[in-house]
């Protein structure tokens, strides 16, 4: 209908800030971790995924997609050798997530099959600054009077209020900190796959409901204020387009509309490169496109091994 | 007049004499005719010749690997389709006759350099040559200072810490299998819902964590059950029926493997023993393949080691199959087929290392025609998500068709183990009953690299 990040903003009682947040910019910046060599392998992970993965001549991207994100994982993986902390790390796939909220009188519930979630013995340092937080006191959230703000939700009749941490890890998981979340838009048909806007309204509301159940898990179910904010990150891609979040609870206080706001840093709509030619375009005998991935952009991919440093380094 | 005549014919003789005198030797020209050969297209044995001579030039002269690979497989007839992962009783000797390979028990020497030392706490592990996991008997009576370092020229390298490894695999382990809350598995698909996750989320963080110490494995390409061709001959056999019948064919086989896992890397690993070394025999089977079970079928003649040709990283460093629910242990228990178990190991390794460092030479260029100058060494290790059994696997020859055959004495080598369990059970949060060796085994493989590395 309209921008679905803006009513994923109302229901979450987020406030929205453009760009990554200064911590993850600070990474992407610090040459000091070797970012530069790796755009070497990350051009031949991209090339592999799109170009030489199968023995067809070109993969779906059912099958490119998937291969792209374990690919840029595994590089990301083996900066392990660097930092050994990073092998306090988990991959988690499909992980269901379910958590309840209220949002002035109005029961929200979010559940589902979340992606890839990775999760970290350690959890993520607070992004935002006590003076930011207090600050989200005075914004306003936006409403969209007179449509209502569940407007395509789903209505259901919650029997059981289930507030897990949504794959349910029994206790005693000793990487009980939800870091980052992956989301990938892998249909074949484009019809099928969600839009870059609903693609960020998705993300929105899984890395809160992550969130939110790890915040009633540390503090326990009462809303208030939270004093160590729980943030956890999230990112999405369709196999070329990359859209990076990161999102921070400030208050489990939902219910009325003042008072302190999460906050939500969104990086949208960052191509990883321009076109992969898996055969060269020949028009009259000469060949007018060569083969290959043209358009390659590495701060994409700096940007995606800065949010899986986050937190160790 | 008569006298006159003859002095005419007489002086005539004598010039037509003169004239066939050679004065000299002429050049040697362009011989008048084009050489005698045998027919192309008639039908018989030396056109047959002919045409595959013709065909050989035609590979051999291919300007690129890719155009080799599409002549190699062009012409499409009935082939036998290989499973690695196979019930079939007694497959491995079957396999190992149609890929000509030697299989020696246990694991192959190494060098002492290419170990680091390992250090536990409480017991300490003798680092260098060790045949066999079982050999290095742990709490050995050494005190931690007489631990062989063997790279005394380099500075100690820093210890492995086998806890550290024990905690990361026990963790993998504990998340699939007991901290992550899944649905109940699939009817039948029991390996999906925990193994196969397990195994993933094992050799992932163990690559990253080894990393530090193999630089080969951090220039290196993880693939997701990727898919695995290689098509060949090997032997003949006379065409049964059809419109071919009676003429004399090659045996084609083919072999499609989907590992679990693989890890590609831009550096061939080095060769265990040297190219011709002979370490046993290979068997001999009089049958036809047909009755191993196998069973023919015609389609594309694929070669493939898992990213095409263009990729840097075009050499194999190990491989991770998980045996599907049918070929679990239990059933061969209950069949009374105990003697089995082993074979279904040894026969998805052979074929599935055969397969792969075989494409893996003929995407260096290698053919039976032209064979391997060097041999090409891969690992595989073969699980059901409990027992784990390794193999190395040496490809020294090619030449496997029934013509390159005859004066070829060098064959391929297979190292493996039997399968060994790498714990006993899982319960309450705890694995029990954790065995070092096999984990020791696996770390060894991955961390196995060039010596110049």
């Known amino acids: ?313 | 007049m008569a006298a006159l005549g003859a002095r005419r014919l007489l002086r005539a003789g004598r010039r037509w004499f003169s004239e066939t005198v050679p004065a000299a030797p002429s050049p040697p020209a362009s011989p008048l005719y084009p050489p005698v050969v045998a027919s192309v297209t008639a039908k018989s044995k030396a056109a047959k010749s002919r045409r595959l001579q013709r065909f050989n030039q035609r590979v051999h002269a291919a300007a690129t690997v890719e155009e080799k690979l599409r002549l190699y497989g062009k012409l499409q007839r009935p082939k036998y389709t290989v499973y690695p992962q196979t019930f079939a009783l007694n497959a491995d000797r079957w396999y190992r006759s149609f890929t000509k390979t030697v299989l020696v028990p246990g694991m192959p020497p190494r060098a002492a350099a290419a170990k680091p030392p390992v250090a536990a706490a409480g017991t300490t592990l003798e680092a260098g040559r060790a045949p066999e996991p079982g050999a290095e008997a742990p709490g050995a009576a050494q005190a931690p200072e007489a631990v062989k370092t063997p790279e005394p020229a380099t500075g100690a390298a820093p210890y492995l810490d086998m806890g550290e490894l024990r905690s990361v695999a026990c963790d993998a382990l504990l998340q699939e299998s007991f901290y992550q809350n899944k649905k109940r598995p699939f009817l039948y698909r029991d390996q999906d819902h925990t193994p196969g996750p397990f195994l993933t989320q094992l050799v992932s963080t163990l690559a990253a964590f080894l990393s530090s110490r193999n630089p080969l494995l951090a220039a290196s390409s993880l693939d997701l059950k990727p898919e695995v061709n290689y098509y060949w001959h090997h032997g003949e056999e006379v065409v049964l029926h059809g419109h071919r019948k009676g003429r004399v064919d090659p045996v084609r086989f083919q072999i499609d493997d989907n590992p679990h896992l693989q890890i590609r890397v831009p550096k061939q690993l080095p060769e265990v023993v040297p190219l011709e070394s002979d370490l046993g025999d290979v068997p001999v089977i009089d049958h036809k393949p047909s009755k191993l079970p196998l069973f023919k079928k015609q389609y594309e003649n694929k070669v493939f080691i898992g990213s095409k040709v263009a990729d840097p990283c075009c050499y194999g460093h190990t491989q991770f199959h998980l045996l599907p629910d049918k070929l679990k242990r239990e059933r061969f228990i209950r069949e009374r087929l105990e003697d089995q178990i082993e074979v279904v190991y040894r026969s998805n390794g052979i074929a599935s290392l055969f397969a792969w460092t075989a494409a893996q030479a003929m995407y260096q260029g290698f053919w039976s025609e032209a064979d391997v100058t060097r041999p090409f060494v891969s690992q595989a290790v073969v699980t059901d998500g409990k027992h784990f059994a390794f193999f190395c696997y040496q490809l020294n020859t090619l030449a496997l068709s029934a013509e390159t055959i005859k004066n070829n004495p060098r064959k391929n080598i297979c190292w493996g183990t039997d399968s060994k369990p790498l714990y006993d059970v899982v319960e309450d949060g705890n694995v029990k009953g954790f065995n070092d060796e096999v984990l020791l085994q696996l770390v060894r493989f991955l961390l196995n690299r060039p010596k110049e590395l």
């Open chain 1, 1 to 313: 209908l309209f921008p679905g990040v803006r009513q994923a903003q109302w229901l979450t009682k987020t406030k929205l800030v453009e760009g990554l947040p200064p911590a993850v910019q600070g990474i992407v910046d610090n040459p000091a971790h070797g970012l530069q060599e790796l755009e070497e392998r990350a051009k031949y992970a991209v090339s592999h995924a799109r170009l030489w993965d199968t023995a067809e001549v070109a993969p779906r991207r059912e099958q490119y997609c998937p291969v792209l994100f374990e690919n840029l994982i595994h590089i990301c993986r083996l900066m392990s050798g660097k930092y050994p902390s990073l092998t306090k790390r988990m991959l988690a796939r499909n992980c269901r997530i379910a958590a309840t909220w209220e949002r002035e009188s109005i029961l929200l519930q979010v559940r589902g099959l979340s992606g890839i979630l990775m999760n970290s013995m350690t959890p993520i340092p607070p992004v935002a600054s006590k003076e930011e937080i207090l600050a989200t006191k005075e914004h306003v959230l936006e409403t969209f009077y007179p449509i209502a703000p569940t407007i395509d939700l789903q209505e259901v009749n919650v029997y059981k209020e289930l507030n897990d941490t949504g794959e349910c890890f029994r206790d005693g998981y000793p990487y009980s900190h939800p870091h980052t979340l992956f989301f990938l838009e892998s249909a074949n048909v484009r019809t099928d796959r969600f839009r870059p806007e609903q693609l960020r309204a998705k993300m929105l509301m899984f890395a809160f409901g992550n969130a939110l159940a790890k915040a009633k898990a540390l503090h326990g179910n009462d809303p208030k204020v939270l004093e160590q904010p729980v943030v956890v990150q999230s990112i999405g891609t369709d196999g070329q387009l990359f859209q990076f979040m990161v999102f921070q609870l400030n208050t489990t206080d939902l219910v009325s509309n003042d008072g302190i706001k999460n906050l939500v840093w969104i990086d949208s709509d960052q191509n990883l490169y321009e076109k992969a030619q898996c055969v060269p375009e020949v028009k009259k005998r000469v060949v007018t496109k060569p083969a290959g991935i043209s358009g390659f952009q590495p701060d994409t991919f700096k940007k995606f091994l800065a949010l899986y440093l986050h937190g160790t380094v």
